[in-house]
């Protein structure tokens, strides 16, 4: 099951991905008003496509309860792409996800007006979810060791790509895109002002008792127990939930536990070179 598809340098699982797919994502047609989440994987996708559903669903729980995260914002890149696309609402603006880079699809959202929300974490917290996540699903092989996956994910050469490469990408095509920057560590240690912020942007502004309702429903401890969310209606040869879970801790700075000290000197050294220069105040500490 674990294939590789390579597109543009960069492999992907090749159980959901094949070079028709990949290729027909970097030409898809937006609509202005469609939203497309892009995350690098890890990143809080499926916390962000939760929170997205939940600002549309105008209180009305359904499709919480009964339509799983990937065909409510379905993945641009995948091979399931048509089928989910025609199962969406089409009364409501069309949610989007990819993990593709900007060089990738950068062109295409680039042709609308579309709305974009980048989705950032801390590295740290990416690799280290990324390492369980190669554990569970059996579409991605076993890594290793946790010493070899640290500099597989410094060398940008793991699946999806370089983590910089990801964010800097995005970042630079933020002045001509219609894109909100957000971090996972905003929405864990603001969450309702950064509903807000995320409700401004679409357009879609919440009044107090929305914002609880999509708070209560987009939290760790609901999540986890919805199979909407928590991918438990995947086979089990595909995701093996009983080598661990999905939402697996959603917590910051889970990296502490797992870092050696010269894993951590290594990795900042890499991180001071790659992003010190962004000029960007990111929300984490390394
Ligand atoms: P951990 O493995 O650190 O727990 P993605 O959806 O991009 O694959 O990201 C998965 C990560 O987001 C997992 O991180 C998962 O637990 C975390 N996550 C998902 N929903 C969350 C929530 N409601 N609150 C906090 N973290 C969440």
Known sequence: MDTVE???GIRFPGFIHTQESLRAACSFLFQDKDILLVTFPKSGTTWMQQVLSL???QGHLWPIHHIPNWQRAPWLEQSNLVKMLGSLDP???????????AEA???AVLRSKARVIYMARNPKDVLVSFYHFHKLANFLPDPNSFEDFVDE???????FG????HVKGWLGLKPDLNMLFVTYEELHQEPRTTLQ????????PLKSEEEDFVLEHCSFSFMSQS???NYSLVPKEVMDTSRGRFLRKGVMEDWKKHFSPEQNEKFNAIYQAKMGDLGLHLPWTM
């Not at 370089?162 to 490469?165: T, Y």
């Open 6 to 8: 390579v597109f543009n």
């Open 55 to 57: 600002i549309f669903c």
């Open 91 to 101: 009364g409501q603006p069309r949610l989007l996800t990819s993990h593709l880079n």
């Open 105 to 107: 699809l950068g062109p």
């Open 153 to 159: 994910f410094l060398e940008g050469k793991g699946f």
């Open 162 to 165: 370089s983590w910089f490469e």
């Open 197 to 204: 912020k995320l409700s401004d942007f679409l357009g879609h």
């Open 227 to 229: 199979s909407m969310v």
